[in-house]
């Protein structure tokens, strides 16, 4: 239960709702970068015609140890809606660019967590 809320709160991250105005970003896809409850999430993001995105996360734990989550969804007017099989749902808005926030909700619906993602530049 553990890896699963914390790989939904990283999903989070990388796709949360905020307020802030922006200018519409059509496409989601990249690789970007969150921490949550001290592990990092790196959530690679592939967004395919007609707004479908799908993509894998990795949870690196401090101590050690990686875990691997995939995920299918929607990116809409900038609101990304995705989940993965076991019902965790995360819903966020990308607030720029290279930005998004957004909740994260488990899928027992008992834990929901604020996160926030930056999208990287891979060498």
Same mark, same amino acid.
Not at 38 to 42: A, C, G, P, T
Not at 99 to 102: C, I, L, M, Y
């Given at each position: 239960m553990r890896k699963k809320v914390i790989f939904f709160t990283l999903?989070?991250?990388?796709?949360?709702?905020?307020?802030?105005?922006?200018?519409?970003?059509?496409?989601? /896809? &990249? !690789?970007?970068?969150g921490h949550c409850m001290? @592990?990092?999430?790196?959530a690679y993001v592939t967004q395919h015609k007609g707004g479908k995105i799908?993509?894998?996360?990795?949870?690196?734990?401090?101590?050690?140890?990686?875990?691997t989550y995939h995920f299918?969804?929607?990116?809409?007017?900038?609101v990304v809606v995705a989940s993965h099989? /076991? &019902? !965790?749902l995360f819903?966020?808005?990308?607030? @720029?660019k290279d930005?998004?926030?957004?909740k994260l909700t488990t899928a027992s619906k008992k834990y929901t967590f604020s996160l926030d993602a930056t999208r990287v530049k891979n060498p």
């Open positions: 999903l989070m991250i990388l796709f949360s709702g905020g307020s802030r105005a922006v200018t519409p970003v059509t496409n989601c /896809s &990249g !690789h970007w970068v001290l @592990s990092r999430v790196d799908d993509g894998v996360a990795y949870v690196s734990a401090p101590l050690g140890g990686k875990t299918k969804g929607t990116y809409t007017d900038g099989h /076991s &019902g !965790h819903i966020g808005k990308v607030v @720029s930005e998004v926030a957004g």
